[in-house]
C-alpha cells in the first residue's frame, strides 16, 4: 500500500506586504527547510515500503507460500495504522527531533540486525519479530517527522514546501519498491549466480546485502539529520502527563463519533480502496510467479522496473492530474467519477491473468494503467477525508483516524488475499477482486457532504 505523508495542512497565512510566496527563495535561504524536509521524508517512506511491501517480495523469493508471504507483510501495517493512539504521548517527552533521531537509529540497527539475523539457523522468527519492531518504530518516526514540519514552519513556508514533502517521500517507493528489488534479482542472478525463477533459501545472500544497505542510509539520514534538522516546537495542546494524553485520546475518540453521518463516513474511509487493497500483494506476485502456475514468470529485477519506475511514474503523474481535475471541478461533482478510476482498471489483471502475455511492453502498459488511475482517484479520497471527516476540534487526530481506517482496510484484506489467491488460482482471485468494487461504489455514492467544498 501507498501512503502519504500524515501532516494535515493547516490554513495559510497571509504573507507580508510585498513579500510574495517564493519557493526558489526559501529553498535558499539560510538554515532552508531544503536541509532536512526531503531527506526526512525519504527515510520515513523508505521504512515504510521497506517493511509493508518489500518483504512480501523477499518472503516470497525465500520460499513462502502467498498466503504466508501476504499475511507477514500485512502484520506490520498494524503499528501504522494505530499510530494515532500513541502520538499525543510521543509529545510529552523531549524535543521531536529527539524522537527522529532515535527511531532512525533504532532502524538502521534494526535493519543490520535483520541482515545478521539471516544467518542464523531459525531466522525467520527473529526476522519477523525484528520487523514488528521496527514497525512500531518507523510509525514513531512518522509522529515525530510530521511533527518537526508543523511545528518548526509557519503555515505559509509548510504550503511552499507541501510538494516538496510528497514528492521527497514518493522518492522512497522508487528507491524501495524500484531500485532494492531490482538489485535483490540483479546480485542473486548476476553476482550469486542463482536461478532467478527458483525460491528458497539461495535468496538470502541477496537480501542480507540489500538489509545493509537500506540499514546504512538510514544510520547516515539519522547523523545528517543530527546536525541540521531544527528541534520542534511544543503543539499548543500538547499533554502535560499520562492522564491527560489519555483524556486527549479518549475526548477525541467521542467527539469523532459523534460526527453527524459518521457511519457513512467511516464506510467510506474503510471500503474505497477495498479492492486495492486485495490487489496490492498480490499483484507483484503475479507477476514472478511461474507460467505453470499461472503467474507471468518476470525476475525479480523486471518486476522491480516495472512496479518501482514504470508503475510509480504512472502514480505521480495520475496524482498530479487527478488534482487538477479535482480543482477545477470540486469534489462532490467528481468523487465517484474518481472512484471508477480507483477501480475499475484492476480489470488489467483479470485480462493478463487470462491471456498470460509475455511481451514486456504489454505488461508494463497493464500495470502503467492501473497505477496512473489509482494515482488519479486516491486523490479524491485524501481530500474527502481532510474537507468532510477531519475538520473539528481535533482536526489533525481525526484525519489520521480516517487514513487509519484506510490502512486497517490494506492490512486485513493483505492477510487474507494470499490464502484466497491460492484457493482460487489468479484468474478467479482477481474475478474477485473486480466484486470487491462493488462496496467501494456503494459507500461512494452515499458518502455526505457536510462542509463547503
Not at 34 to 44: D, R
Not at 214 to 223: Q, R
Request: one cysteine or more; charged letters at 10%; proline letters at 5%.
Amino acid at each position: 500500500m501507498q501512503t502519504a505523508p500524515s501532516a494535515v495542512p493547516q490554513e495559510p497565512q497571509a504573507p507580508a506586504a510585498n513579500q510574495p510566496p517564493s519557493l526558489l527563495r526559501a529553498m535558499f535561504a539560510r538554515g532552508t527547510p531544503m536541509l532536512w524536509v526531503p531527506s526526512g521524508y525519504f527515510a520515513m517512506a523508505l521504512t515504510y515500503m521497506m517493511l509493508t511491501s518489500v518483504t512480501s517480495i523477499m518472503f516470497k523469493n525465500l520460499g513462502m507460500d502467498n498466503g504466508q508471504a501476504a499475511q507477514y507483510a500485512s502484520y506490520l501495517i498494524l503499528a501504522y495504522t494505530i499510530k494515532p493512539l500513541f502520538a499525543p504521548f510521543v509529545e510529552m517527552y523531549r524535543t521531536k527531533k529527539f524522537f527522529v533521531l532515535c527511531a532512525q537509529l533504532i532502524i538502521g540497527v534494526g535493519f543490520a540486525g535483520v541482515a545478521l539475523a539471516m544467518s542464523l539457523p531459525d531466522y525467520m522468527v527473529v526476522m519477523v519479530f525484528l520487523f514488528g519492531v521496527l514497525s512500531l518504530v518507523g510509525a514513531t518516526q512518522d509522529i515525530a517527522s510530521d511533527g518537526v514540519y508543523v511545528t518548526s514552519l509557519d503555515a505559509r513556508t509548510q504550503s511552499l514546501f507541501c510538494g516538496i514533502q510528497s514528492l521527497s517521500w514518493n522518492i522512497g517507493p522508487i528507491v524501495a519498491s524500484g531500485g532494492m528489488v531490482y538489485l535483490s534479482g540483479w546480485l542473486h542472478t548476476h553476482y550469486f549466480h542463482h536461478q532467478a525463477g527458483v525460491f528458497g533459501p539461495e535468496w538470502i545472500e541477496s537480501w542480507r546485502i540489500i538489509f545493509f544497505i537500506v540499514a546504512a542510509i538510514t544510520i547516515v539520514a539519522a547523523l545528517w539529520h543530527m546536525r541540521v534538522m531544527p528541534d520542534g516546537a511544543k503543539a499548543e495542546n500538547a499533554p502535560a502527563s499520562v492522564a491527560e494524553a489519555a483524556f486527549i485520546l479518549k475526548d477525541s475518540f467521542v467527539t469523532f463519533f459523534q460526527k453527524r453521518d459518521v457511519w457513512m463516513m467511516v464506510s467510506f474511509a474503510f471500503l474505497f480502496r477495498l479492492s486495492i487493497g486485495l490487489l496490492e500483494k498480490i499483484g507483484p506476485f503475479f507477476m514472478v510467479d511461474p507460467v505453470a502456475q499461472g503467474g507471468l514468470g518476470l525476475s525479480n529485477e523486471m518486476l522491480g522496473l516495472i512496479y518501482g519506475t514504470y508503475g510509480l511514474i504512472a502514480v505521480l503523474l495520475g496524482s498530479l492530474l487527478g488534482g487538477i481535475f479535482v480543482a477545477r471541478r470540486g469534489l462532490p461533482a467528481t468523487l465517484f467519477v474518481l472512484c471508477c478510476a480507483v477501480n475499475i482498471p484492476n480489470v488489467t489483471f483479470l485480462l493478463m491473468s487470462i491471456y498470460q502475455p509475455d511481451n514486456l511492453l504489454v505488461i508494463s502498459a497493464g500495470v502503467a494503467i492501473e497505477k496512473f488511475f489509482f494515482g488519479f482517484g486516491s486523490v479524491g479520497f485524501m481530500i474527502y477525508l481532510m474537507q468532510q471527516l477531519a475538520p473539528g476540534k481535533y482536526t489533525t487526530t481525526h484525519y489520521a483516524f480516517g487514513t487509519g481506517l484506510m490502512g486497517l482496510c490494506m492490512m486485513v484484506t493483505g492477510i487474507v488475499s494470499g490464502h484466497l489467491q491460492q484457493a482460487l488460482g489468479y484468474v478467479h482471485y482477481f474475478w474477485l477482486v473486480m466484486t470487491a468494487t462493488i462496496p467501494s461504489f456503494i459507500v461512494t455514492w452515499y458518502a455526505p457532504f457536510h462542509h463547503k467544498d
